[in-house]
């Protein structure tokens, strides 16, 4: 009745949304939003990439007619992960493209090069009547404590108004693109840096099938239903 199983995994997600205006700035600049102000607020990026090992039980229940139950356990590396967060953010271009001024909330943190580690969760049920049989799951329930994060967190407000070149034959492009960095753009704004471990949630997954038997038994109908916590994810229906 006891079944030991092992197994690898990896996980790469991504998960991004965004209100229109960003969608208009991305792809078309921002020519079309002269004299306005564009609201980037309520921004979600968030990217996680982790490989891992997994063990567990799966045990039949009811003397192996009626179904089974599974459990497991999952040791994890984590190999990359960033995330944004903007809350009342905005940008405003001026006529003629005179200046722009930013103002806003928002928080940046992505992984330095060092490793994380973490321990997932796996359950899931199948139960079996007649000639139907449903299968529920719940995968990667757990965490990764990451050893070394960079952090931009603030809210300020920067307006800009070009970079001056003085004598362009003696002009390296050093000054101009340590400008617009990560880092550049966080003094500009005046927002803090800071680096810290921190731990983060699992991008668990839920899943729920049912399968029914036709009454020619080498047809099968199934319903399932699939769903990843990840900003913007749109549960998945499928028949």
């Known amino acids: 009745r006891n079944e030991w199983q092992a197994g690898l995994k990896y996980r790469e997600l991504l998960g991004l949304s965004f209100p229109i205006d960003l969608f208009g700035l991305a792809f078309l600049g921002n020519h079309s939003y002269e004299g306005q102000t564009a609201d980037l607020s309520n921004t979600k990026f968030n990217y996680i990439q982790y490989t891992g090992a997994s063990f567990g039980l799966k045990k039949q229940i009811q003397g192996g007619k009626s179904g089974a139950i599974y459990a497991g356990v999952s040791a994890l590396y984590g190999a990359n992960y960033q995330t944004l967060k903007t809350k009342n953010t905005s940008l405003y271009t001026a006529p003629d493209a005179a200046y722009i001024k930013a103002k806003g909330d928002m928080q940046l943190q992505y992984r330095e090069p060092s490793p994380g580690f973490g321990l997932g969760l796996d359950l899931n049920y199948t139960f079996n009547w007649n000639k139907n049989s449903l299968f529920v799951s719940v995968e990667d329930v757990g965490f990764i ?62 899943t729920a099938r049912y399968d029914r038997v036709l009454i020619n038994t080498k047809w099968k109908a199934i319903l399932q239903a699939y769903y990843t916590y990840m900003p913007a994810y749109i549960p998945r229906l499928s028949a």
């Open 145 to 206: 404590h990451w050893q070394k994060v960079t952090s931009f967190e603030g809210n300020s407000t920067a307006t800009y108004k070009g970079t001056e070149i003085v004598n362009f034959r003696s002009f390296t492009g050093d000054s101009l693109f340590s400008n617009f960095s990560t880092r550049g753009f966080a003094d500009r704004f005046g927002i803090k840096e800071t680096q810290k471990s921190m731990t983060t949630l699992l991008p668990f997954a839920l």
